[in-house]
């Protein structure tokens, strides 16, 4: 017999958890916190009940308010890694596992782990971040749900990129742009051609990285997506930057920086500090640019709890240090940056700092010291840049466009006949096959 009180508090918990959702993604994190407050407390009072029927039981109360307070966990743990409150994600996600164990729910335990993952990405717990995604994937594929698939191969292939292996990477973010394509999911194609958009800048191919920005930007803007817009803004203006055209960075650095606040989006808010203080160096800005460089060290470490960015943070101060005549702490900062980097297995990152810090002991007058580390740079940055890398990178270009193209042509093919099955209950038979003929000339 079914408790009817009970009953209708899960169906008001259900209501209360879809504006739960509608504030969660107008960044309403307050007023979506009150309302899990209030689900926890209608909700905790029954959870421990015996006479609501088996928590495995689906069609039980008991699973229901399981269920619930899974989700309710989910949507805390979420709001807190927004918020790079990454300790507070983690307990919740826990919890949140928990009671999906409890009542077998590998549905929203595939949403936890991916955010485990992503939080563990953050803090650069590396080994366990990939765990997290191949356990996801691994559920994602044993029901199917490609709807959330794409999101950890694109982790991964964020993960591999960042390691420098952009052969896998190039794997990964193929395989997550083909699901999100199949079932037309706007925002994973937008995240994915951001991606793929990075991994060209990293392999110095500017052009195709500022073609796939563009197209991503678009995607975000059609379905207005802020934090996604954040990011494209960002990496646009880590394009100009590269590129020498700084002004137009550092407009483009801060409209993604005051986006991204705004959006409480606090872990990409570091990238487009850094971003800013660098273009301030570029400048000649020195005075600028080292009160950035050391408020994105402190924000990184001390407000994120991340390494995540630091290496370049660390990068661009021992590069600053050394321009304004302090080779001593520059080598420190950049040693710093090496150790690091290696800890991280970041590749491109060791190189880059072993190439700047070849220069600060070449400054010191140490020349054997400088030869050693210009070798070591060389030796790497061929290794992750390799043609063959880069070969896969055209391909993937190539059989994206070919794959547009044909869908095009597949679209004109259906409106043509569909005109001609249109034209055919309308004119004679004589007329329309002269039409036809014409247009296939």
Request: hydrophobic residues 40%; aromatic residues 8%.
């Amino acid at each position: 017999m079914i408790d009817n009180t009970v009953h209708h508090i899960t169906l008001e918990a259900d209501t209360l958890l879809d504006e739960v959702e509608i504030l969660y993604r107008k960044f309403e994190y307050e007023a979506a916190e009150q309302i899990l407050r209030n689900i926890l407390s209608m909700l905790e009072h029954h959870l421990h009940r015996d006479d609501l029927g088996d928590a495995l039981d689906e069609a039980s109360l008991k699973h229901t308010i399981i269920s619930h307070m899974s989700r309710v966990y989910n949507y805390f743990a979420a709001i807190a890694d927004s918020r790079a409150e990454y300790a507070n994600a983690l307990h919740y996600a826990e919890i949140g596992i928990s009671y999906c164990d409890q009542a077998n729910n590998e549905i929203i335990k595939i949403r936890f782990l991916q955010l485990k993952g992503n939080v563990y990405k953050d803090i650069t717990d590396n080994s366990r971040a990939i765990e997290c995604f191949h356990q996801c994937i691994e559920l994602c594929e044993k029901h199917n749900k490609l709807e959330i698939l794409a999101y950890p191969l694109g982790s991964l292939g964020n993960m591999y990129s960042a390691f420098g292996d952009f052969t896998k990477a190039i794997e990964y973010y193929t395989r997550a742009l083909e699901i999100d394509e199949k079932i037309n999911h706007k925002e994973g194609i937008a995240r994915n051609l951001g991606n793929m958009a990075n991994l060209y800048g990293r392999l110095s191919i500017p052009t195709k990285a500022f073609e796939y920005l563009l197209r991503s930007l678009e995607i975000n803007e059609e379905i207005g997506n802020k934090a996604g817009i954040a990011i494209n803004l960002g990496n646009i203006g880590e394009f100009y930057l590269d590129t020498g055209d700084y002004h137009t960075a550092l407009e483009y650095f801060n409209r993604a920086l005051a986006l991204s606040l705004e959006v409480s989006a606090l872990r990409p808010a570091g990238f487009w500090m850094l971003g800013i203080a660098t273009v301030e160096l570029k400048m000649g800005n020195t005075e600028a640019a080292l009160e950035g460089l050391n408020a994105t060290l402190d924000f990184r470490r001390n407000v994120l709890n991340s390494n995540e960015g630091v290496t370049d943070t660390l990068l661009q101060l021992g590069l600053l240090l050394r321009e304004i005549g302090n080779p001593e702490e520059s080598i420190m900062r950049l040693s710093e940056g090496i150790a690091l980097a290696e800890e991280l297995e970041e590749k491109t990152s060791i190189a880059s700092l072993s190439e700047a810090l070849a220069e600060s002991y070449f400054a010191l007058g140490d020349g054997m010291k400088a030869y050693e580390l210009h070798k070591k740079f060389y030796e790497l940055d061929s290794a992750v840049k390799n043609e063959e890398t880069k070969k896969q990178a055209d391909k993937f270009d190539t059989d994206r466009k070919q794959a547009e193209s044909e869908k095009q042509i597949a679209v004109e093919r259906a409106r043509a006949q569909a005109t001609d099955e249109i034209l055919a209950n309308i004119l004679p038979a004589s007329i329309v096959e002269r039409l036809i003929k014409e247009r296939k000339k």
